[in-house]
């Protein structure tokens, strides 16, 4: 079990192939941990619609009621939904799913009351130990299992997010929940909003039959681009597997980068908010978020990449609103938690406001031309970065660069961040530049550095 516990415990989460790295007999333990960590008397378990979710949400359960926690049982629930229940009850909470993950595997997303983040500083690390150590924690009395569906509160929770309902227009939008947990959520928000909704793969599927519920790939969003100029729709929104990140594309079927979403969620946030709001954003977005909301009067705060890192600066500075390039968008008014949904509808009362086609309210956000992601695979991912710093330093003397999370190099008209993967020899380069031109040929020049390395 040591060896397999090494595996499944990443950065944020348990994740793995069942049952051959997670099985019932671990989730029975980190159940059990879980509320030996946490000292809650009560917890919150759900769980998403892969095959396996059930088995293992119910070994979990038995695990927490051993050590004399109360659990409440939402059932089946997609990631943010978890997060409001936890919010909701003031209680520690864990969702059953794999999230973007093929079929084959599963895991859990754990957090405190409150949706307060658990990750690899913040509490994951003394779990897989607890769960290392073959410590059982038993109870005098044993605690009580409870069953309470919760889709209605969160559906109203996720509208209350809309600032002037009457505005609203019957807009067309096309969504693509891929077999995934937004086939149950997405239908319950829409239900009482006045959009012409159409979605795909609105079953509910584990296995995925259509593609995999990873619309971070482009490939993953032909389906509804297609479906988009089909139905001649406003606004496409694909949803991952666990439907707590969505990706835009707009009425012509192009991509609406997370970048780009995040400045346009946070513009419409600070319009109602007022000036002096501060949001937070990882540092692979685009300058373009931080430059809107300076000029909304408010204070752009640079983060490391990953939810808990979010979170926690968000609760540090009272943030309003923080987003990630990744597709997760956090709300102060959501325990801070991430939520693709209410993004989603935020997006869509911008959009109804704006008695303009989403092509050209993207429009004064699209300052920069980005690289995207570039994964290299190279022997020693930190020797490279510090190579590169030293040669960025040599040959550009008035760089900036910072360590925040990886190497951070700045150069007036174009910026760069190198990340190490946690799990594997790779090494995440992120580039920006002035235009599309400048940004192929900055992205040379870096990879030809990164490549003479290995």
Not at 59 to 74: K, N, P, S, T, Y
Not at 155 to 177: C, G, N, W, Y
Request: proline share 5%; aromatic share 6%.
């Amino acid at each position: 079990m040591p060896d397999s516990l090494d595996t499944i415990f990443k950065a944020y989460d348990v994740r793995g192939v069942y049952p051959t790295e997670i099985d019932e007999a671990i989730a029975h333990r980190i159940g059990n941990a879980f509320v030996a960590f946490t000292g809650a008397s009560t917890v919150v378990v759900g769980h998403d619609m892969r095959p396996s979710s059930i088995p293992l949400s119910r070994a979990f359960i038995e695990g927490a009621i051993l050590a004399g926690a109360d659990v409440v049982d939402i059932g089946l629930a997609s990631t943010d939904m978890v997060y409001f229940a936890s919010g909701l009850l003031d209680a520690p909470a864990a969702q059953f799913t794999a999230s973007h993950n093929p079929a084959q595997y599963n895991g859990i997303k754990m957090c405190r009351a409150s949706a307060g983040p658990i990750g690899e500083d913040t509490g994951l690390v003394q779990i897989k130990e607890a769960v290392a150590g073959g410590l059982v924690e038993r109870a005098e009395e044993p605690g009580t299992v409870s069953q309470r569906g919760l889709l209605d509160e969160f559906a109203d929770h996720v509208r209350s997010f809309i600032q002037e309902p009457e505005k609203l227009r019957p807009l067309v939008v096309v969504a693509d929940t891929a077999n995934g947990m937004g086939g149950l959520v997405v239908p319950a928000v829409f239900e009482k909003l006045p959009f012409d909704l159409t979605i795909l793969y609105v079953e509910l599927d584990g296995t995925f039959p259509n593609h995999p519920a990873d619309p971070i790939q482009p490939e993953n969003l032909v389906d509804l681009q297609r479906a988009v100029l089909k139905h001649g729709a406003d606004i496409g929104l694909a949803f991952d597997g666990d439907a707590d990140r969505v990706f835009v594309v707009d009425n012509n079927a192009n991509p609406v980068s997370g970048s780009l979403t995040t400045a346009m969620v946070a513009k419409s946030i600070l319009q109602a908010s007022g000036p002096g709001e501060k949001v937070v954003h990882n540092l692979i977005c685009s300058k373009s978020v931080a430059e809107i909301v300076t000029e909304m009067g408010c204070e752009p705060i640079r983060s490391r990449v990953g939810h808990s890192f979010i979170k926690q600066v968000m609760s540090e500075t009272g943030a309003i609103f923080g987003g990630e390039h990744s597709g997760h968008y956090y709300f102060r008014d959501n325990w801070r938690a991430d939520s693709g949904l209410i993004a989603a509808v935020v997006i869509l009362e911008e959009l109804s406001r704006a008695n303009a086609p989403l092509s050209e309210l993207r429009t004064p956000f699209e300052r920069y031309a980005a690289s995207g992601e570039i994964n290299s695979t190279v022997p020693d991912p930190k020797a490279v970065i510090e190579r590169v710093s030293e040669l960025f330093a040599e040959q550009f003397v008035d760089a900036k660069q910072d360590r925040l999370d990886g190497l951070t190099v700045d150069l007036g008209d174009w910026w760069f961040n190198l990340r190490a993967s946690n799990t594997e020899p790779l090494l995440r380069l992120n580039l920006e530049a002035a235009d599309d031109s400048a940004c192929e040929e900055r992205t040379g020049q870096v990879l030809a550095i990164i490549r003479e390395q290995t």
